[in-house]
């Protein structure tokens, strides 16, 4: 079978997802046509403060009684996670949105002076720079993890692998110590994490590489191994490149997250400590 073959092959697989995925999941995991849930998150909370403000002054107005703002921060954190209830968003934003209202009125009692809050800021923000819009947080693999993807590397010859969205950069490292005939990257969007991982690799004389950027910018077709652990919300348009792009033989490996509808060549059941890992031979 020719390159061109297995590359359209594998492209139809690509159509035959949309057939595997209700449309409605489809648009959700694309990302194109629905509400980030940062977004919809910001909006609960803004209509929910009118809401309540609105009722508050209504009952204040006809009954003449006054409530303290514990009141009112209570009656808006309820109200928020019941509303996220009803919305649809996932379990743990109902727990963002009870807790959050109750934070900033716990924290605006302690004065703290305002450049906590503007370091606070900036330091999330450099840690998890885009995770409002790709919905890929940083969360951290484990040794054990790396260790089987390890094992996974073709062992006759260097192998080219990158771990998408390398976080701290613990995976790489790990993998370039032990395979020094090969060539391994690590690419990451948000600038703390990359920072922290290039300092690492300088530290310990790792000749892993990592770069700042963006890996829907690279070209898959320079890898054999493709290593990614992100999210549910960024394996369809994953799978997508990695159709149109990968080498014939080459090796996506996913942590934790399936392609919906494309069954992955092999699972390694994980334990407590890590998730199942998804192997695709393109
Ligand atoms: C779940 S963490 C995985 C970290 C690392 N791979 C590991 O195994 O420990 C996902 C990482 O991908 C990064 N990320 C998300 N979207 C990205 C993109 N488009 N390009 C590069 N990195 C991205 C996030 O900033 C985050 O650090």
């Known amino acids: 079978m ?4 297995l590359v359209k092959r594998h492209l139809n697989q690509c159509v035959n997802v949309e057939k595997f995925v209700k449309p409605r999941q489809f648009l959700k995991h694309t990302g194109k046509t629905q509400l980030k849930p940062a977004t919809l998150a910001v909006l609960v909370q803004c209509s929910v403060l ?5 009722f508050f002054r209504s009952v204040h107005t006809i009954a003449a009684v006054s409530f303290s703002i ?5 009656m808006q954190a309820l109200l928020a996670a019941i ?3 009803f919305v649809g ?3 743990w934003w109902r727990w963002l949105h009870l807790s959050f209202p109750i934070a900033i009125w716990g924290m605006s009692d302690w004065q703290l002076p305002n450049e906590f809050y503007l370091a606070g800021f900036i330091i999330s923000l450099s840690f998890f720079w885009t995770t409002f819009r790709s919905q890929v947080p940083f969360f951290p693999s484990r ?9 996974l590397m073709p062992k006759d010859k260097p192998v080219r692998l990158i771990d998408i969205g390398s976080g701290l950069g613990g995976m790489p490292m790990y993998i370039a110590k032990i395979r020094p005939d090969s060539t391994i990257e690590g690419i990451e969007i948000a600038p703390l994490p990359w920072l922290v991982s290039f300092v690492r690799g300088q530290f310990c004389r790792s000749h892993a590489i990592f ?12 890898y054999d191994v493709i290593f990614a652990y992100l999210s549910p919300a960024a394996m369809l348009v994953l799978w997508e490149k990695a159709c149109q792009e990968m080498k014939s033989g080459s090796l996506l490996i996913s942590l934790e997250f399936e392609i919906p509808g494309v069954s992955p060549n092999m699972r390694i059941v994980g334990n407590k400590h890590s998730p199942m890992l998804y192997v695709w031979r393109i």
């Open 70 to 74: 514990l009141d009112m921060v209570l």
């Open 143 to 151: 040794p054990v993890v790396w260790k089987q993807v390890a094992k």
């Open 89 to 91: 968003m996932a379990r």
């Open 50 to 54: 009118i809401i309540v403000l609105a």
């Open 211 to 222: 770069k700042l950027g963006d890996y829907r910018s690279l070209d898959f077709a320079n």
């Open 83 to 85: 509303v996220s209830y």
């Open 2 to 5: 020719n390159k061109q073959f």
